[in-house]
T-cell receptor, first 119, second 113 residues
Framework: AQTVTQSQPEMSVQEAETVTLSCTYD???????LFWYKQPPSRQMILVIR??????QNATENRFSVNFQKAAKSFSLKISDSQLGDAAMYFC????????????????FGKGITLSVRP | KAGVTQTPRYLIKTRGQQVTLSCSPI?????VSWYQQTPGQGLQFLFE???????NKGNFPGRFSGRQFSNSRSEMNVSTLELGDSALYLC????????????FGDGTRLSIL
């Protein structure tokens, strides 16, 4: 079974600064997907960024980028130029690429990290 | 394009009752997954439906069940409610295959008295 670990329960960053959120995972599979989701107080989970394990290049989406280290099973999220709207709970998630009877959307989540942004 | 719609948004029940939650996926999405979110256990996978068939199931008792209709809408049912069932129930839809991500609804907040 796969596990996802987010060891930091809370982090704080100054507005306009850069912050890195850590995530490690454990799996015996070689092909999988990794995601970072954001959950603001409004509670809707919003996809921030995704990474395919077979791609060596780190994914980037505007101010958000990841540092994907497959051998170390590490998947950290870097937020540059932090904004007040970035304050939320962030979840790291794993999804297997193995299909189960034609589909497999199951996400395994970490416990999440609460990010606060100081003005 | 409309997002994932979950109804109702809030629900209050008492122990022993049963409840049905509804989820309408994004148009064209055939996979619907359900998750339970609690402060103690975090986000836990309940089950996934694809083309009206349950494809995957998490480690929850048989009181938790679901189904999917031909239009991909899904319902989740919890029978004989317990206090520990109080949680935010999130539904997510996706194309079901490949690297396509899941898109989540706003969730149903279920409170058991």
């Amino acid at each position: 079974a796969q596990t996802v670990t987010q060891s930091q329960p809370e982090m704080s960053v100054q507005e306009a600064e850069t912050v890195t959120l850590s995530c490690t995972y454990d799996t015996s599979e070689s092909d999988y997907y990794l995601f970072w989701y954001k959950q603001p107080p409004s509670r809707q989970m919003i996809l921030v960024i995704r990474q395919e394990a077979y791609k060596q290049q780190n994914a980037t989406e505007n101010r958000f980028s990841v540092n994907f280290q497959k051998a170390a099973k590490s998947f950290s999220l870097k937020i540059s130029d932090s904004q007040l709207g970035d304050a939320a709970m962030y979840f790291c998630a794993y999804r297997s690429a193995t299909l189960l009877r034609g589909a497999n959307s199951k996400l395994t989540f970490g416990k999440g990290i609460t990010l606060s942004v100081r003005p | 394009k409309a997002g994932v719609t979950q109804t109702p948004r809030y629900l209050i029940k008492t122990r022993g009752q049963q409840v049905t939650l509804s989820c309408s996926p994004i148009s064209g999405h055939r996979s619907v997954s359900w998750y339970q979110q609690t402060p103690g256990q975090g986000l836990q996978f309940l089950f996934e439906y694809f083309s009206e068939t349950q494809r995957n199931k998490g480690n929850f008792p048989g009181r938790f069940s679901g189904r999917q209709f031909s239009n991909s809408r899904s319902e989740m049912n919890v029978s004989t409610l317990e206090l520990g069932d109080s949680a935010l129930y999130l539904c997510a839809s996706s194309l079901g295959q490949g690297h396509q991500p899941q898109h989540f609804g706003d969730g149903t907040r279920l409170s058991i008295l």
